[in-house]
């Protein structure tokens, strides 16, 4: 999720299919003066759709007066690991909000995510569309934003599957993710179906190309449909392990 100023972050105010929100203002030096103080990613990974429930606790670190930001889910128009998002619902606080969709990109080389149109070609920019709202943060007091959305899954025509949500836009907020928990229901597909390179390699790793990340090992493998993950005290701007993670079933094509 991204967060306005401006800058766009997948656990920043604005959010790429699986993106997390990122910061779009209120600004500070590199960072917004907003907290991320944990995120909960519930992802129902399907066979041609995948349903995602995101739960964002922030926090503003501006002393004695509202902070105000325009807060931005991605939804990364290139991007080949999941397809554009089909539907999304917002909620402040409980409450439900209407979000504007608007243009803008995403610029790698600053880590941040701006509204409005690339200034020339540029490799290190992806055009995207962004679900926005605006927000008030005030002193002292948690904000909690809800995003449920349901996305195409990506894919290849070698017939793997692929789903991927991204913390790295989460950078622009104010340092560290407290917490953040990803939960991921297999609705047709179980654990065997998933391709990781530290797993039983059902493919010779070459014709396989892609798996996984994280590791297999990283996760909590609790049923053979349902697997959770745990990260604590993070930054994704230099925790390169950290910064998404990826799904992909085995290659059915050879």
């Known amino acids: 999720m991204l967060s306005a100023g401006c800058a766009l972050g ?9 993106h997390a ?3 779009l203002g209120a600004i500070k030096g590199e960072e917004s003066v907003i907290r991320m103080v944990s995120e909960k990613i519930d992802i129902v990974f399907g066979k041609e759709k995948s349903k995602v429930h995101c739960r964002f606790v922030f926090r503003s670190t501006k002393q004695g007066a ?7 889910f991605p939804d990364m128009v290139g991007d080949g690991d999941h397809g554009q998002i089909l539907s999304m619902i917002t909620r ?15 610029d790698y080389e600053e880590s941040r995510a701006v509204i409005g149109k690339p200034p020339g070609e540029n490799m290190m920019t992806e055009e995207a569309k962004f679900h926005t709202v605006e927000v008030t943060f005030p002193p002292d007091k948690d904000v909690i934003i809800e995003r449920e959305y349901v996305v195409d899954n990506g894919g290849s025509v070698m017939g793997n599957t692929t789903f991927s949500y991204t913390t790295a836009t989460g950078a ?3 340092g560290s993710i407290g917490k953040a928990e990803f939960t991921v229901t297999l609705d047709g597909w179980t654990i065997d179906d998933l391709a990781f390179d530290d797993g039983p390699q059902k493919l010779p790793p070459r014709q396989q190309m892609n798996f996984c990340s994280v590791n ?8 053979p449909t349902k697997l959770s993950l745990v990260w604590e005290n993070f930054e ?3 925790h390169g392990s950290r910064r998404g993670i990826f799904l992909t079933t085995w290659r059915t094509n050879k």
């Open 10 to 18: 997948n656990d920043t105010a604005v959010n790429a299919a699986g």
């Open 21 to 23: 929100p990122g910061a």
């Open 66 to 72: 509202d902070a105000k930001q325009t807060v931005g």
């Open 92 to 106: 402040i606080d409980g409450k439900e909000v209407p979000s504007k969709l608007q243009d803008g990109y995403f």
């Open 172 to 174: 622009i907020w104010h």
């Open 216 to 223: 297999k090992s990283d996760w909590k493998i609790e049923s």
């Open 236 to 238: 994704p701007a230099v």
